[in-house]
């Protein structure tokens, strides 16, 4: 090969783009907002065996590409050995040029393994191989010395309200660890009433954990309200919700109380009763999140487990999921108004994952600008599917036409995995090469104390002022 492929101005097209980088962005601490890492594995500084453990194991987005080209589900989520799965993940790199794992792979060998020199495939798998295990025996390969090294701030995990935080309280009562670990409000199960059988387990486990007997929608709410204030307790200060699309329609507190009875006597809910369940609850959680001051966040527009047999052998998030095609505008639009017309919208981030909706978003957000509170309704950063560097600009471009993009809140990871961080470094380095694209066109000052300060802000202040955790700004 010519030259190493990830190096110092990877990415990096222009002078101004170096200089951007280098001076504003480079080596700036991270604040990962919203991901899915186990707390479970944080309180116990979790270790790894080989390298495929930490770098395979969970990961649906490499799953999804192996299977694509041929490899059986044995060697992703089966019963294979760990060197089998390895050396098919290094037969798959190759033929991945251009999609973004290839340079996420890379990039994961270089930061966290030291291997900057080769390209991964099969006639590197060994070198790789013994070169990452080896590296795994070092003091500070662990989930706490990853993010340690990587000088990780702050981390809010995605937790459901019947989880006891147990792990969290495990963490913040250790003072040799300086990374804060904040849950985050995940309350999707209880108000999914598709199935009577699957929903009713569900209740009797909210039910336990709040000491409350969940028998109406009365005492289904007041289990709630009681996690909501044990979360924040805890130090939560945002919700995340993850939806097909947003829930608006018209329904009463009464009409919600019978179709829950009617769903916690086993009985299924038709389509109009699923669609007004659903929007009773979220405005009832945008509520909560706004009496405490908390952020909330939307994730909308997946198609998930569209192959019904894998679901059925393998279950949720093993990669079976598709970008969907659902009405956005006109339910967003009765959602944010009742409540802004309540005074009761709380701090909004929506992650959109089809490109064509983020002009919409944008142009929806400013209909309802915070007052006092800068960057107040913000749309969040590509996500999924969207986790690219087309679609990274591409977002941040569309925010820009119709918002401000130096308010806007950057990267997060929104992984299961502690090999993810240098996703902020690839975002920080697609930011500083588009604006510096821009200085060099003369669509924005060739001034470095304002554009590197812009800089500075989407890649780490404008998250340390926003979430009020009490972060100070670098």
Not at 281 to 301: I, P, S
Not at 455 to 473: C, D, P, Q, T
Request: proline share 4%.
């Amino acid at each position: 090969m010519q030259g190493r492929y990830i190096h110092e101005d990877w990415l990096l097209e222009t002078e101004a783009a170096r200089r951007l980088y280098h001076d504003y962005a480079e080596g700036l601490p991270i604040i990962d907002y919203h991901c899915h890492l186990p707390p479970a594995e944080v309180a116990e500084d979790k270790r790894w065996e080989t390298v495929t453990q930490v770098w395979l194991y969970g990961d649906h987005y490499k799953w999804r590409a192996m299977r694509s080209n041929g490899v059986e589900e044995r060697l992703c989520t089966g019963d294979a050995t760990d060197r089998e799965k390895f050396d098919a993940w290094a037969a798959t790199v190759p033929w991945l040029v251009r999609n973004q794992l290839y340079p996420w792979t890379h990039l994961e060998l270089a930061r966290y393994f030291g291997i900057e020199d080769v390209l991964f495939g099969p006639g590197t798998a060994d070198r790789v191989w013994d070169h990452a295990n080896e590296a795994l025996r070092e003091p500070w390969f662990s989930a706490r010395g990853i993010m340690e090294r990587f000088d990780v701030r702050l981390v809010c995990t995605t937790d459901d309200p019947a989880d006891s935080l147990e792990h969290h309280a495990t963490i913040a009562g250790d003072d040799t660890f300086g990374v804060k670990v904040l849950p985050a409000w995940r309350p999707d199960k209880a108000m999914d009433i598709r199935d009577p059988e699957t929903f009713g387990a569900y209740l009797d486990r909210l039910g336990a954990a709040a000491d409350i007997e969940i028998t109406d929608l009365s005492s289904h709410m007041a289990a709630l309200r009681k996690r909501h204030a044990f979360f924040h307790e805890r130090g939560c200060r945002l919700s995340d919700h993850g939806t097909e699309t947003f829930h608006a329609a018209e329904c009463t507190e009464k009409e919600a109380a019978r179709i829950f009875t009617k769903v916690r006597g086993g009985s299924a809910p038709d389509a109009d009763e699923l669609d007004g369940f659903r929007s009773f609850m979220l405005h009832e959680f945008a509520v909560m999140d706004h009496e405490r001051g908390w952020t909330q966040q939307f994730h909308y527009g997946v198609m998930r487990n569209n192959n019904t047999r894998k679901f059925a052998e393998i279950g949720p998030d093993t990669g079976f999921d598709s970008i969907g095609d659902f009405e956005v505008g006109k339910p967003l639009s009765r959602f944010l108004a009742r409540l802004d017309a309540e005074g009761r919208l709380a701090r909004t981030i929506l992650y959109n994952i089809n490109p064509r909706d983020n002009m919409l978003l944008q142009t929806m957000l400013g209909n309802f600008p915070g007052g006092s509170q800068p960057g107040k309704m913000q749309l969040g950063s590509g996500w999924w599917f969207l986790d690219t560097k087309e679609y990274m600009e591409r977002q941040m471009k569309d925010l820009s036409q119709q918002g401000l993009l130096s308010r806007f809140l950057g990267m997060l990871t929104d992984s299961r995995s502690f090999l993810s961080y240098p996703r902020h470094e690839f975002f920080r380095r697609v930011l500083s090469n588009m604006l510096g694209h821009d200085m060099e066109s003369g669509l924005v000052p060739r001034d470095f104390d304002l554009v590197g300060g812009m800089v500075r802000a989407i890649s780490y202040n404008n998250a340390a002022r926003y979430f009020g955790f009490g972060l100070e700004e670098v």
